[in-house]
């Protein structure tokens, strides 16, 4: 299921959360969701343009949006069979060696610039490239062209450490890291070309987030199979079991990725207009935050799990087109078309390593859906949403 977990019975322990417990954990998934947003979108009016293809956001057209929710759709149903017919084992060992891969090189992108501050300028920095091609002469092709420095390789070896934790313990906290890294790396990397371009997008997940959730159990059932760091995780039971805690409740990372980019998209069309002011910017910030309290309280209201894009969509959405409307710059937001360039007076990012291929990019086959599916298996000690803890068996009990 791709929304927060409720604070029911959990299948594997009989535990209920106390008041405490659901306010820390609803509250932290909140304030984690915000991170990657304003910061991955404060980037994304940085980024510049390159010869490097990795350095450059992926751009999102209308024909693309168009395609999201029927491409999320395949696959989503395409996991559904795999884990029908193949050992669930086995997929998700593949899986986890992809997203471990996935998760070292966003977790190095986002850390990089804290570490060109962190370091003096005297700091003796060398460049190295590692370069993989196929072929000979003018037939040669490149595979993989990936540029870094010393800075980037102590980047690259505490991502590293992150992601064998990550693969041995399957630890909340490393899941955590990687999945901050994932939505930042998200919302910095993949622009919207346009407001249109948004609107199509986030109207089209949201007839599929509703979809999938209500229609049928078919999400319930990749998610219970599916073991990858593309959701936020928070222990309701923190207070009384510390880090070994095992109750968790949970938010899928396309519930800050696909907001996240419309949302970074109008900082960008803010800095555009050169007022000197976030208008668009904030009141579309304040907007997540108010269609995230919603399911919230709608989910732990009603006992059961929600489509968090049910609310933020509109919220997201009607915000700035409300404030648009007031400052008679509708017609402006919609003819606006976001650039590739540096804009004027935007502070330009530090370098950072790159691969053909951006993180974004290579997370991109996975965002429509997998990005959606916030509960884990119930195997692996994860509190299951009420709906989907009816269908569960005491087979599938396990220890952490």
């Not at 669930?88 to 090189?105: C, H, K, P, R, T």
């Amino acid at each position: 299921h791709d929304s927060l977990s409720s604070d029911a019975l959990n299948v594997t322990a009989k535990f209920v959360a106390t008041a405490e417990g659901t306010a820390l954990a609803y509250g932290s998934l909140v304030f984690m969701a915000l991170l990657p947003i304003f910061f991955g979108a404060l980037r994304s009016v940085t980024c510049s343009k390159s010869k490097n293809a990795a350095d450059m956001p992926e751009t999102i057209t209308s024909r693309d949006a168009a395609r999201f929710p029927i491409i999320a759709s395949c696959t989503l149903f395409g996991l559904y069979l795999f884990f029908k017919v193949f050992s669930q084992e086995y997929i998700n060992l593949l899986l986890s060696v992809y997203f471990f891969a996935l998760g070292v090189l966003a977790m190095s992108h986002t850390m990089s610039p804290l570490m060109s501050r962190i370091f003096p300028d005297s700091f003796p920095n060398k460049q190295f490239q590692l370069l993989f091609t196929q072929g000979s002469g003018e037939s040669k092709e490149e595979i993989v062209n990936y540029e870094f420095d010393t800075k980037n390789l102590v980047c690259l070896v505490i991502s590293s450490v992150v992601g064998v934790w990550y693969l041995l313990k399957k630890h909340w906290i490393a899941n955590n890291l990687f999945g901050l890294a994932f939505a930042l790396n998200g919302v910095e990397l993949l622009h919207l070309n346009n407001v249109s371009t948004g609107c199509i997008l986030l109207g089209g997940l949201f007839v599929y987030d509703v979809f999938w959730v209500f229609g049928t159990n078919v999400m319930v059932t990749v998610a219970r199979s599916f073991e990858a760091p593309i959701k936020l995780v928070f222990p309701q039971d923190l207070l009384e079991k510390g880090l070994d805690a095992s109750n968790f409740a949970m938010l899928g990372l396309g519930d800050i990725v696909i907001p996240g980019i419309f949302i970074a998209l109008l900082l960008r069309f803010d800095v555009s207009l050169k007022k000197n002011s976030r208008t668009y910017f904030y009141s579309s910030f304040l907007a997540y935050i108010f269609g995230l309290g919603l399911t919230i309280f709608v989910m732990h209201t009603f006992k059961h799990a929600q489509p968090a894009l049910l609310y933020l969509v509109p919220a997201c959405i009607g915000f700035p087109v409300l404030v648009a409307l007031l400052k008679g710059e509708l017609t402006e937001m919609f003819s606006y078309e976001s650039s590739e360039e540096v804009l004027p007076g935007s502070p330009r990012l530090t370098s950072y390593p790159t691969v053909s291929g951006s993180p974004a990019s290579l997370l991109a086959p996975w965002m429509p859906s997998l990005w959606r599916q916030a509960p884990p298996p119930a195997a692996a000690g994860y509190s299951q949403p009420p709906c989907a803890k009816e269908e569960s068996s005491e087979s599938e009990k396990k220890d952490q």
